[in-house]
């Protein structure tokens, strides 16, 4: 009955995906909504998943030897405008401050969009010399764009994120950069967030506003619509001819510094819940779930039975495991549909008749199986099964990838497979604009990606006709 | 020669301890100014000392039960307005966003000076019941004040900091929270920066903007000024009424929660350089130094030498050590000066003839203290010489502390103690608020904080010579 009554709170997916997807972040209690509009709250259990993908993908940048940095926030209007595509890309969606106290300021800032501005300038002091290159910095921020629509995780006005920036003494060594980061990117997703991606170029109507190339990783949500996950850019040296950041190669010529700079946000948890969700709420990947196992009591008033739930979550914790154990005295039934809501990656349970047994029950969040355990396995099995769910997550997130990318010879192909099936519709394309723009038109799909290291299907493009030799993926995108 | 050029770019603290405190800042990296006056670049060695802070204090705050949590970074005015005294201290100076794109916003928002008034608003939507209480939740963020000046560390218009904010059922609660806290920053402070703190009660004159109480940490820098290292405030349930907060209390009847609301920022890190630093550069408590011993190559061109210190620098790295092995080709006495401006604890030295005696050189950074280390004892010497610097550091400071506080029984004789030694000067107060603003106008002190549980001197008020039952400290403060 609990059980039902809790689920009863979400909207099935199949019925709105859009409803099921808000019902989520607010049953889950990872967001609430503040009275700005697009400006949301991170609740506790959102802003710990945050944390735990921070974590782990920080470790994984200095590896690479970047250094966290912090800027300001705010960016003088005249330092936006010194990079001319830049300027125009980030303007329109600025927020501007007008005043500092009671008096109204000089020259407006914006509160930073994104920091290529703000590090370039700050580049200009420390690079003089070969010897300070490469410079690899990376901030934690929050930034600033004032969309007109909004969801949560996916498009907020204000949204938590990481951005690198890289400086490198040749255009090599930052290309390689930008390819580096992309992997980095695509490693964290598929084995750490069970997240399957396709790694591609953009083309140059996708690309970052400044950037000479723009590589992007592109997930799949359950809808069958496609999730930009994460960029990276190369700028060539475009900036630092703009900013003037020039440095004393080995010759002692003065030359320009290449750059790079590469991000992704809180966008991931929206992709993580449109990736694994189910129609019970969240499924959250072992590695990043705040708590991966849940310990509930069963018949908790009886003898010995807290105390042995007790002693079994300590052992789990004693390895390592991040575990709850929930001794409220709402119903087994309530607790069991509670963290399925929040997508918990185990269910431990452990009632008298377990306990008798030498055993516990374990329950998997992603498949629903259930198994019995001896309690002398009891850490052995808890980390083989949150090992099997990250995989069992990763399986099925690959399998509605690979069941849903078609490929498509004409753009009337492209058109009738997407409205038939969703999903990402592999074409052969021309390089020009004008197609993009036209599949836009027609299809209403925009590119999603020219992918690295896929066989061609054909020669010709599937809008124009003419002679093509790019792979392109088209979706509806997030 | 090589040392001495390097720190020769440092102003020696006797003569303009201003200056001197601005060369560390530039010359150790820690900072660098932007093109907007009084907001800071935070470099990646100044950076990677508050990741460190944040790392140890954010476990700590985790221990008490305290969940992180994400607030918008704008305060639209209208609530702002909601709390009086509030809005009274932070209107002056916050910084006010008037247009979103290119269109005029209906109202205007400011950058958050403080977030008391978004946690309230968000609190309203969280808190129904006795069950949902206590709240205590905390965020690292940057924060916008729009001051007339600023200085590294000490006075920024942005800053980095984390605010905690609590909900608690009873006053009691509330205030053994606001309690708790101050003690979680002393130990902090103590155990860690090795920073001696003077914990205490602010006036009603000093106390934060809407706070019933305010608790404070003061501690003494080298030039015996005062610095407001945290705080904890006890709000009663003010701000509740003020946002109209209620719960379902345990007799079901509505009732107001009561508040609290404690901070540190990077303010600390200007702590540790005027506590600590000296006149060869900064000098960092191990437990944040973000590398804790720097091992130097001497003659490192000589046959093994290089694989010995990576060896050397490798064993202490498994030990959980911070370590750096600097090879560049620089001088070796150009990198002790280096590192010695950076503040690097330990420096270990490794030449051709160490190696042949199965030895290294370790160096003190606080002392200067030299010795003489059989590799067979490399880790447990290392590990011991890390608590001895934190020990002589912290005793340092101590006696900096005890050394410079001072009994006064009149204004006069209190005034006249400041200008000859500086430091605390510690007197009896009647609580009058035309005392404290007289020893303000004729000694230049501000009232740093009642301290908790010391002796009084004598019963009568300093300043108006009335009956007193207060101790309280005076002090010129950052």
Chains 1, 2 share one sequence.
């Not at 969606?93 to 800032?109: D, F, P, Q």
């Not at 496609?226 to 700028?235: C, I, M, N, V, Y």
């Not at 002693?311 to 495991?321: F, N, S, T």
């Amino acid at each position: 009955m609990a059980k039902e009554k809790k689920v009863e709170q979400i909207t099935d997916m199949e019925v709105d995906f859009a409803q099921w997807y808000t019902d989520v972040c607010k049953k889950a209690e990872l967001i609430d909504y503040s009275s700005i509009k697009g400006m949301f709250i991170y609740r506790p259990y959102g802003y710990a998943i945050w944390e735990s993908i921070q974590r782990q993908l920080d470790a994984r940048f200095k590896e690479t030897g970047a250094e966290n940095v912090y800027m300001p926030m705010l960016i003088p209007e005249s330092l936006l405008q010194k990079e001319k595509d830049h300027v125009e890309g980030f303007a329109p969606e600025c927020a501007w401050v007008t005043y500092g106290g009671s008096e109204k300021l000089e020259e407006r800032y914006c509160i930073r969009p994104t920091s290529e501005t703000l590090f370039c300038e700050h580049f200009r002091n420390v690079i003089q010399s070969h010897r300070d290159l490469p410079k690899m910095y990376n901030q934690w921020c929050s930034v600033l764009r004032w969309e007109k629509t909004s969801r949560p995780f996916l498009r907020h006005r204000e949204f938590l994120w990481q951005e690198g920036h890289t400086m490198h003494a040749t255009a090599e060594e930052a290309m390689a950069e930008t390819e580096q980061m992309l992997k980095v990117y695509a490693d964290f997703c598929e084995n750490v967030l069970a997240m399957p991606v396709t790694k591609g170029k953009k083309t140059d109507k996708e690309k970052f506003n400044g950037a000479e190339a723009t590589y992007t990783i592109e997930c799949m949500m359950h809808d069958r619509k496609a999730l930009q996950a994460g960029t990276s850019h190369f700028f060539g040296d475009g900036f630092a001819r703009a900013f003037d950041i020039t440095f004393a190669n080995k010759e002692n010529q003065r030359a320009y510094p290449f750059q790079t700079s590469w991000g992704v946000s809180t966008r991931l948890i929206g992709g993580i819940i449109m990736t694994h969700g189910d129609n019970n709420g969240l499924v959250l990947p072992p590695k990043v779930a705040p708590i991966q196992v849940v310990v509930i009591p069963v018949a908790q008033h009886k003898e010995g039975v807290l105390e042995a739930a007790r002693a079994v979550a300590d052992r789990l914790k004693a390895c390592g495991i991040r575990v709850k154990i929930d001794e409220s005295e709402q119903s087994p039934g309530w607790k069991f549909a509670e963290y399925e809501m929040k997508g918990v990656p185990l269910r431990l349970e452990l009632g008298p008749k377990d306990i008798e047994k030498n055993q516990c029950v374990f329950a998997r969040r992603d498949s629903g199986e259930k198994s019995f355990v001896s309690l002398d396995d009891l850490e052995t099995v808890a980390a083989d099964l949150l090992e099997k769910v990250h995989q069992g997550m990763f399986e099925k997130a690959k399998k509605n990838l690979t069941d849903h990318t078609y490929d498509a010879e004409t753009l009337e192909e492209a058109k009738r497979l997407q409205q038939e099936h969703g999903g990402f519709i592999r074409t052969m394309w021309c390089g020009e604009e004008a197609c993009e723009l036209k599949m836009k038109e027609e299809a209403g799909m925009s590119s999603r990606c020219m992918p690295f290291g896929e066989k061609s299907i054909g020669n010709k493009c599937a809008v124009c006709g003419k002679e093509a030799d790019k792979v392109i993926y088209w979706g509806v995108a997030y």
